[in-house]
């Protein structure tokens, strides 16, 4: 049986675990706040209707990739080319291309990111196995001007923050849907993470702040997390309507 994604690779033990995934969530959430073409997610109405589903929606659809056979991944990538046309068509323009690679570009980064943050570095050939798993789900979109390896990729990555990233109305206007949808504490959490995750760049235009308390709280976590231990701290902040989903992304 041949999967998309390896079955011994370190892409699974990234997306394989909640917390992991729950932090790639995060950062991926202040960046899209950010990018130049969030209007294309403003079109249809969902995000700003439910910021959390249509964020979590995306994490859904990449651990679809990740842990199915290669053919069931393969029909994901196409389900998703398929949505997208269609918002094309209903919108009478096209998505920009680098606003496709953008996306992409997110899951990598904070792929690795998130990893690293709450287990361990990375090496270099680990880093560019995440890159190699969304640079073909890339192909398979038959998206224009990839890199064509994690190096690339990493310039690439580096020009798309200065270029492609500004604080604008729906910037301010996301981050006051997360907040409604979280509730403050919730919320509050999420911006301290999101100030410990994301690039320095990010960081400055969304003006998250210091840390302060949440290196304590995190240090914490992950002594809780080494003996296993974590969930029942983790399930207690899970925002009700989507607790099932998330326990349900543990793979353990």
Not at 80 to 88: D, L
């Amino acid at each position: 049986m041949k999967y998309f994604v390896d079955q011994g690779s370190i892409v699974r033990k990234i997306w394989g675990k909640a917390d992991t995934t729950l932090f790639i969530f995060a950062g991926s959430a202040a960046e899209f706040a950010l990018n130049k073409a969030v209007d294309w997610l403003y079109f249809t109405g969902k995000l700003p209707a439910d910021p959390l589903g249509r964020l979590f929606s995306t994490v859904t659809y990449a651990r679809e990739i990740i842990f199915a056979e290669e053919e069931a991944a393969l029909a994901a990538i196409d389900k998703i080319t398929a949505i997208h046309k269609s918002v094309e068509q209903n919108r009478g323009m096209q998505i920009p291309d680098w606003a496709y690679r953008d996306v992409l570009f997110m899951l990598i980064d904070y792929s690795i990111r998130s990893f690293e943050l709450l287990d361990r570095p990375l090496t270099h050939a680990e880093q560019a196995e995440v890159f190699d798993v969304f640079y073909r789900v890339g192909l398979r979109m038959q998206l224009n001007g990839l890199p064509d390896n994690f190096t690339h990729w990493q310039q690439m990555r580096r020009e798309h923050l200065q270029q492609d990233l500004a604080n604008s109305t729906y910037t301010y206007h996301l981050y006051q849907q997360y907040k409604k949808h979280l509730g403050w504490l919730r919320y509050a959490l999420l911006v301290k993470v999101q100030l410990l995750l994301v690039p320095a760049r990010v960081s400055d235009l969304v003006q998250l702040g210091k840390a302060g308390w949440i290196r304590p709280i995190l240090s914490s976590y992950k002594f809780l997390r080494r003996l296993n231990v974590e969930t029942v701290l983790r399930n207690a902040l899970l925002p009700k309507e989507y607790k099932v989903q998330i326990m349900g992304l543990d793979k353990r």
